[in-house]
């Protein structure tokens, strides 16, 4: 059952997002399915120690080789309680990096397809995890996070349950949000 | 229950304006409204009158509408109880009375192999000889295949599985936990019997429609139809193809109008575990966003009863009425459960709630997209080629008994004028391939 939003909301809400192109896009995409699949690329290499940087350049889509306006590096590393340097983000946070910027940019595009307004929307995302596991002394414990809480505090001209609505929206068409809460097959190879 | 007798002695096969397929309730309409307009046909039924209403439901299903909603073309409830639900004996008597009263030319007994193009309409192919028509209008029903996920094979041997098109009663089942699949109407049901009939239960769910058996007095479903919600029609919602593939809302026709939902289960001792993503190695995975299904269903539920309560004011049905009240938001315990090892017996059972879909195999003219939806418009398939009975064929009540009428009435005027435009032409004109 879905009935819209119905709290009084400006008309022209502008989150700089083209929910216009959006809506083409998938318009001429359900015409096209073919086009719809993409292949997201990352190089990485070993610098030393736990640093490594990443690289992110080029991608597949709309059924041709496409690149990033530039090139983007990512260091990461692990802190110095690890022994490490701490060159950059440890692995696991830019994991809470992509699902932050995943949920958050969902926000801005249904909250713009909805006509809401938004003026600030910040987010603290917390994963536990317990070291035991990723060290071997339980096997019983996971490697991963045993959990993600993520909280929002969002500034907008909407009522509370209509920016619930629109985070509740952000999650359910998140890649991010599914790529973590769903098993996904990983095929590691060696040359 | 009522069984009615075969019409052997009409011809088995020939030439009729319009062939119906399928007598339930939306077939039996059409040929209600073809009556009227005096246009020769006949309804092909694969078994007797309600066919999947007497074979393909479980024993203890109650319809999901008030009796008094049980309406069809000509035809009231009129029985004792209008706020009951109708159960399978008696859902299986109306629609039999039904075709008896106006004497729907049904031929019981009758599977359809094939429909295909012909020069001047339809070839209709059945195991008991071919018919030649103009127009064929499937009403065939939408829930003739159980919708199993492919990750049903990896299921270990030693797990029962059984769909909810052939569950009937926790009888069935072996002793033990049981894993339901599917939080629609059906899924909560099948959970909430199963797990009183001593097998423990727990529930996958994935995206689903909570609304509360009874709102401010009065059934959910008299608030829907009563603020025009189940006459919204197709061309008014944002997203066609979202709403026709919505689970059924978790409701439950029971004498003591109890509201079936995730809380009143929980309540119960069933667990919950997130939509099922995958099974490996024997183990169940479930999704970890059992948190967001939930909180859209509540936001959801909440903007309805919202658009209920203000069209209460606006129209001031509601002046001494209960007062609006806050329905408490599904209860999501810690401990969520993300896996379950299938192969350690402590579920010997899974139940598939996930869902039916239409057999169109039989269906031999180019009008499924490539994923096997039957395209139409409102109905209107091709030429001459019509379907009813779907979800929000044309309206949010269309798959519902209340909502065969409207679009009887709409589709048999676009059937009737068809059928004038065939008489002033000639036939080689009319053929489905000349005019798609």
Redesign the interface.
């Known amino acids: 059952m879905q009935t819209q939003p119905t709290s009084a909301k400006p008309t022209n809400a502008n989150n700089g997002v083209n929910v216009e192109a959006l809506l083409g896009a998938r318009e001429a995409l359900t015409q096209a399915p073919e086009a719809a699949r993409f292949k997201w690329r990352a190089s990485s290499e070993w610098l030393n120690g736990t640093h490594g940087r990443t690289t992110i350049d080029k991608f597949f889509g709309l059924g041709e080789e496409q690149q990033h306006r530039v090139s983007f590096q990512f260091d990461t590393d692990h802190p110095q309680i690890f022994a490490s340097e701490d060159n950059g983000a440890t692995p696991v946070e830019m994991v809470l990096v992509g699902l932050a910027g995943c949920l958050t940019a969902g926000i801005a595009a249904v909250a713009q397809n909805r006509n809401i307004q938004l003026r600030s929307v910040k987010a603290t995302l917390e994963a536990g995890m317990d070291i035991q596991g990723i060290l071997g002394i339980d096997s019983d414990v996971r490697n991963g996070f045993d959990g993600i809480k993520v909280h929002y505090d969002i500034d907008a001209d909407a009522s509370a349950d209509d920016i619930a609505s629109v985070v509740a929206q952000s999650q359910k068409r998140s890649a991010v949000f599914d790529i973590i809460t769903n098993p996904t097959d990983v095929t590691v190879t060696v040359a | 229950m009522r069984t009615v007798p075969r019409k052997t002695s009409r011809p088995r096969t020939g030439i009729a304006d319009v062939v119906v397929v399928g007598a339930g309730h939306s077939g039996l309409a059409m040929s209600h409204r073809l009556n009227e307009l005096a246009i020769r046909h006949v309804v092909l039924e694969r078994g007797d009158v309600a066919h999947s209403w007497r074979t393909e439901r479980w024993d203890s299903l109650r319809l999901l509408t008030p009796n008094w909603m049980s309406c069809l073309p000509g035809a009231e409830y009129d029985g004792p109880d209008p706020d009951g639900f109708m159960n399978m004996d008696e859902i299986i008597d109306f629609i039999s009375a039904y075709a008896e009263k106006n004497q729907a030319p049904v031929h019981t007994g009758t599977t359809v192999l094939g429909v295909e193009p012909h020069t001047s309409g339809y070839t209709i192919t059945t195991d008991r000889g071919d018919w030649q028509a103009r127009a064929v209008v499937l009403a065939s029903g939408a829930c003739n295949e159980a919708s199993v996920p492919a990750c049903a094979q990896d299921v270990p041997d030693s797990v029962f599985q059984i769909t909810s098109k052939d569950y009937k009663s926790p009888a069935q089942l072996p002793d033990g936990g049981a894993l339901v699949v599917g939080a629609s109407a059906t899924g909560l049901q099948l959970a909430q019997e199963i797990h009183a009939s001593g097998r423990p239960v727990t529930l996958a769910v994935g995206?689903h429609?909570r609304?509360p058996r009874r709102y401010r007095g009065r059934d959910v479903q008299w608030w829907m139809l009563a603020s025009g919600?189940l006459d919204q029609c197709i061309d008014d919602?944002?997203?066609p193809v979202?709403?026709r593939r919505?689970p059924s809302?978790q409701l439950i026709g029971s004498p003591e109008h109890a509201t079936l939902d995730l809380n009143a289960l929980t309540a119960m001792g069933i667990r919950l575990a997130?939509?099922l993503?995958?099974i490996?190695n024997g183990k169940a995975?479930f999704?970890?966003?059992l948190r967001?299904?939930c909180?859209?269903a509540d936001?959801?539920?909440?903007?309805?009863l919202?658009?209920f309560d203000?069209w209460a004011t606006t129209s001031g049905v509601l002046d001494n009425g209960a007062p609006a009240v806050e329905l408490e938001p599904t209860r999501i315990g810690n401990g969520v459960p993300l896996g379950l090892d299938l192969g350690s017996g402590e579920i010997r059972t899974i139940v598939w709630a996930t869902g039916y879909r239409p057999d169109y195999s039989w269906l031999k003219v180019p009008v499924l997209d490539?994923k096997g939806q039957l395209q139409h418009d409102g109905g209107v398939v091709a030429p001459g080629l019509y379907a009813l009975g779907l979800p929000f064929l044309r309206r949010r009540k269309s798959s519902f008994m209340h909502g065969a009428g409207d679009d009887v009435r709409d589709l048999s005027n676009h059937l009737l004028t068809y059928l004038d435009q065939c008489a002033a032409r000639p036939a080689s004109q009319v053929a489905f391939a000349s005019s798609a």
Do not use: C, I
């Not at chain 2, 936001?299 to 309805?304: A, C, E, N």
């Open positions: 995206e429609v609304m919600l919602v944002d997203d979202r709403v919505l809302p997130g939509r993503a995958g490996r995975q999704s970890g966003s967001n299904v909180s859209l936001l959801k539920m909440r903007r309805m919202n658009t203000d490539r």
